[in-house]
């Protein structure tokens, strides 16, 4: 007999008496406090990121600048990329200690995301079955590894292309003749862009892992369907919204939206539909 089998024939033995409707399950929570703390970890390395380029790479422009302004027809073209790329490297070079503690922290994060899935879980299996049972998860393992390798090459990144996209910046500007409070806004809102993907990073990793997690444990004990819940406020996207209250199954998600938590930046939830393991 299968584990999912076992569970079925133990709630069903447990809910022999009801009839009529099937129990409502407990509700299943979005764990909202381990996305604050993954976004603030980003935050803090977006924010150093952002001090080393205004300290280190900012009062080097009007110096390119002046350089530019001042090469003769028979001076190299690109002088000022030397200093540009010399600096680049120097903030790319220091930023990677940030990155690797970074990194470090997103899997402590995801290992506690597992944990407050695990006792969401447990809410489910005490109601269905009325005593604290063990559950085997040899999935587990793969699951938090795979987070830890795709939060990684994301927070990797995060410096990569925030150094791309400023030393695209100053290039153009300086090609373009521009002033240096011109070139000096537009890094301004570099930060800004970088800071808005930290935020979309840190919640998207939150609902995969979450979501992921949330079908594994439930299939495991014979739940096949789930009704779709999303956040009820005013950021649910009109596709999430037409999924609202309606129930699907595990394995045949809704073709535009995936599974709840598989969109990107989805914040929705799966509340477990227990008519099938409770035999109703």
Known sequence: MSNKDFFI?????KNQKV???????PVWF??????????KALYSLVRELKSLIKTVLIPAIPQMI????????HDRQDSFLDTLNSLILFISNSIQSKVNSTILESEHIGVEIARYNKQQSEKLNRSIFGIDIFVDEP????????YSVQNAELIKSIPQQELSRVAGDIERGLQQGERFTDIATTLQKSFGITHRRATLIARDQTTKLNASLTRLRQEQIGVDEYIWQTAGDERVRESHRL????????NSPPKKTGHPGNDVNCRCIARPVLDNILGI
């Open 139 to 146: 999935w587990l393992a793969d699951q938090l590894k795979l």
């Open 30 to 39: 979005f764990p909202t406090n381990q996305e604050k703390q993954y976004d």
């Open 19 to 25: 009839k009529s409707k099937a129990k409502k399950p």
């Open 9 to 13: 024939k133990l709630a069903k033995r």
């Open 66 to 73: 002046d350089e530019v302004q001042m090469k003769m027809p």
């Open 243 to 250: 999924n609202d209250g309606k129930k699907f199954k595990w």
